[in-house]
């Protein structure tokens, strides 16, 4: 690798050639700090907060665009530089709503923590006129309040580039450049899959889900009520990092001990949710095989996804599996068998689901979506949602014991738990899919090939004689490429696994926030992914047809996978929709 020789604050450093002054100084333990740059995804240099001192120069310089070269001498702290990042957040400051007790990021604001940290009074000399902003709460999942925007431009280079969805810009220009949706329509009457990826970057309280706690509190207390609480395989490899445990820590016995002294009736597992799932899927995929079946079949486990099928490739919507998703599953199992067998009429049922994903609120009221003539999940939370709820509660979560999930609907395998990561439901459906192929047990239950975080991911196995070509994406752009591929033939495959986020559900919308200065620098996606795959190896059951809670379910009430039964409970339906529809 060719390096460079610079100097920054006095102290010389090789760094690579081709790296900007931001990433030589990040080599040099020195933290310059950004607002509105985002590695790969908004490198811009429009927020002027990374601003440098390069000797030479005849101005400062943005660091996060600009390119290092031999000899180069940076300064990172003058007074010069301190004072026009400070003199920068207070003209950011004078344009925005400053309410920082009642705002939902208070003390996790990326802007609230620069202005501490550069001694930033809430002086207003430079307050003016001021720009307001009714706030959106047209979609299903979020709201966005522009009055806490700094036009850092984040959230609409995330969903264009990253989503290929692009329903939020820049509007107008000057003064009163604002981000908005084409036309200032409401983010709910856009092509908007719900996907959450533009509040996970955003660095104030502008964007934000729509919290749903106090219903949560409301069902608990609620003494007519049965109220069980699901959660989704990444929760509880993030919701550590709300008490200010470090990224990749598997906190799935304190999460369960939290969610008890919430008060909550029931506390379940998704991941046997997601058992399930592979059976209905595994069996759907081998009868479209078998029958000649519409092929590629396409998992539906991803509501983000799904959505942008139906508004994107809405001819391809045929190729979904007719599985609902997990989260749906096991809301439709709860309110019909555990229902039947604990004598509870499925109304007094409240079924609430803590999720990695924002998505999630807006499938809960997709049609098809009533097994038992009532919603199958009443109330979906992000991972943000339980951590306030935990703390508003006063429980110390970190002190807590490990404690285990309620029995049977709390049961699952490693297979169950690896959904959360891109390529994990692929495989978890693989291990049942070939095992039912061949009549054989697999030797390796391990399919590294479509394991990792890259974009798009090809396999062919050779299964009873027959090569079976499986792909993985994630991020709705790769996904986007993908099945551009597939509709104009140059790729053909008998399987494809797609997530709406990057990195899967462990990058969820509905997961902590993390800081650009983290983001930037380090693989959040893969350290929360291996809490999944670590997981996995250590659980005793690792297939999900092993799973002898699904046998149960099987033998007491379904009958076999794929039943007339099977599919009035655990299956779904889904709409061609255009561009510009919503409904």
Known sequence: ??????????????????????????????????????????????????????????????????????????????????ESRKKTLELILSTHDRKCLSCIRSGDCELQKLCKDLKVEDEGRYDGENPKYDIDYSAAHMYRDNNKCILCRRCSAVCDKIQSVGVIGPNDRGFKTNIASPFDMGLGDTSCVSCGQCIAVCPTGALSEKDYTSDVFAAIADSTKHVIVQTAPSVRAGLGEEFGLPIGTNVEGKMVAALRRLGFDKVFDTDFAADLTIMEEAHEFLDRVQNGGVLPLITSCSPGWVKYCEHYFPDMTENLSSCKSPQ?????????????????????????????????????????????????????????????????????????????????LGMSTGAGVIFGATGGVMEAALRTAVEELTGEELKSLDFKEIRGIKGIKEATYNVAGMDVKVAVASGLSNAKELLTKVKNGEAEYHFIEIMGCPGGCVNGGGMPQVPANIRNFNDIRSMRAKVLYDLDTSMSYRKSHENPAIKQLYAEYFGKPGSHKAHEVLHTSYVKRTVNSVK
């Open 1 to 82: 690798m060719e390096t460079v020789n610079i100097k920054i604050n006095g102290t010389e450093i090789a760094v690579p050639k081709g790296s900007t002054i931001l990433e030589a100084a990040k080599l040099a333990h020195i933290e310059i700090p950004t607002l509105c740059y985002l590695k790969e995804i908004n490198e811009i240099g429009a927020c002027r907060i990374c601003v440098v001192e390069v000797k030479g120069a005849r101005s400062l310089v943005a660091s996060c665009v600009y390119p290092v070269n031999e000899g180069m001498e940076v300064l990172t702290n003058t007074p010069k530089v301190l």
């Open 328 to 408: 749906q599953m096991f809301g439709a199992t709860a309110k019909t068998y555990y229902a039947e067998k604990m004598g509870i009429d499925p109304k007094d049922i409240v079924m609430v689901s803590i999720m990695p994903c924002t998505a999630k609120k807006f499938e809960v009221g997709r049609d098809d979506q009533e097994a038992a003539g009532v919603a199958d999940v009443d109330i979906a939370l992000t991972v943000r949602e339980l951590g306030r709820m935990i703390s508003r509660a006063g429980i110390n979560f970190t002190s807590l014991p490990d404690e285990e999930f309620d029995s049977p």
